[in-house]
């Protein structure tokens, strides 16, 4: 679950952060993510200005590395832009922890918490205590085009792993005039290329600090899975693919430029509405792929429990740590550097291992 993005790869679950009692011609500014689910909440508009009379909402809709950007700026700085905001399980407990969000502890009697997947709400809370109230929720899984697998004569397994899935991209590649084998995350950012990487890290036993919060991002582990996702794309993907990120990736495939995608689950209504998507009547659903272990990438992936070895954080596409969102992004460049050829796979996690250690060291976690 990303989030959220995502995790997923992020994605987001919504903080509701309130304004205080609307006076006449209160004008709400809302902050959110330019994704599916997002678009849902817009169209929701209409009926709560007519509802709420008094009340106007002025919707502020940014692309996923803006928007967290901008947010986290505004909260830190107190600057007051936004009234309402659409964060995720990232950003609730260390928000909540600094001050900056307050406890839902005064719901209405009929917002039954009990009816939230416990994980969603254990995301959402601090101190035991909901800080923000969820929209949508979501983990990650495979879509793949059914006919184009019928054609080829592969069939799907109960649990795909990584291998097969390669096997499967190379002799779907090229069936279809513009068609990819696979589509991945390659656009940069902690909440882009990264919610997807780490959990392609975890499946293949790799995990982000040891137990006393050592970067490892040079060792096999990572080398090996970040060598695996560049060769994937660059022999079965498409064009371009690192500047794509979960909506471009969507317009992807439900346009059928993809044979499969590994991404979160929540644009699985998207992709299964005829009216948006060309492959709705093609479309099949299957669990994210695992390679050495299935920790941190399938729908019971545990926050508190996702790599093969311990680790001392929380969190599955993301460290649940205030420094993350900038290590994240940093290591996120580096990796699109090595899809891109510009570095090798060697090159930039070394380079990644060398900066993670600056930023955990300046951070006070090693000496």
Not at 82 to 94: A, C, L, S
Not at 140 to 145: A, G, I, T, V
Request: hydrophobic share 40%; with cysteine.
């Amino acid at each position: 679950m990303r989030l959220a993005r995502h995790l997923p790869l992020t994605s987001l679950a919504a903080a509701i952060a309130f304004a205080g009692q609307a006076q006449a011609e209160t004008e709400l500014t809302v902050a959110t993510v330019n994704n599916n689910d997002m678009v849902i909440m817009q169209s929701l508009t209409d009926a709560f200005e007519e509802a709420h009379p008094d009340i106007t909402l002025d919707w502020v809709v940014l692309e996923e590395n803006v928007l967290r950007q901008r947010m986290t700026t505004d909260i830190a700085t107190d600057g007051g832009q936004f009234d309402v905001m659409t964060i995720g399980t990232y950003e609730v407990p260390i928000w909540a922890d600094r001050g900056w969000l307050s406890p839902l502890d005064n719901l209405p009697d009929d917002y039954n918490e009990d009816d939230l997947l416990t994980s969603v709400r254990d995301g959402l809370s601090h101190d035991d205590t909901l800080h923000a109230l969820p929209f949508y929720a979501e983990s990650s899984m495979m879509y793949y085009r059914k006919d184009l697998f019928e054609e080829a004569g592969i069939e799907m397994t109960d649990q795909p792993t990584w291998e097969e899935v390669r096997e499967w991209a190379g002799k779907l590649d090229g069936m279809e005039d513009g068609l990819a084998g696979i589509c991945l995350r390659g656009k940069p950012g902690w909440g882009e290329n990264m919610a997807f990487v780490s959990t392609l890290v975890n499946t293949f036993g790799g995990r982000w600090f040891d137990e006393d919060w050592n970067p490892e991002l040079n060792s096999d582990a990572w080398v090996e899975a970040i060598q695996f996702y560049v060769d994937l794309l660059n022999d079965y993907g498409p064009s371009g693919a690192s500047s794509n990120g979960f909506n471009e990736n969507l317009a992807l495939f439900s346009r059928g430029n993809c044979g499969m995608w590994v991404d979160a689950t929540s644009a699985a209504g998207k992709l299964y509405d005829d009216d948006e998507s060309d492959v709705a009547d093609r479309l099949g659903f299957a669990p994210a792929p695992v390679a050495e272990t299935p920790k941190g990438s399938i729908q019971d992936a545990d926050p508190t429990d996702s790599t093969l070895e311990p680790n001392p954080y929380i969190g599955v596409q993301f460290v649940g740590i205030p420094e993350f969102q900038s290590i994240g992004t940093q290591v996120g460049q580096t990796i699109a550097s090595a899809l891109t050829g510009d570095a090798t796979v060697e090159e930039a996690l070394e380079t990644s291992q060398r900066a993670t250690e600056r930023a955990m060291q300046r951070a006070g976690y090693i000496d």
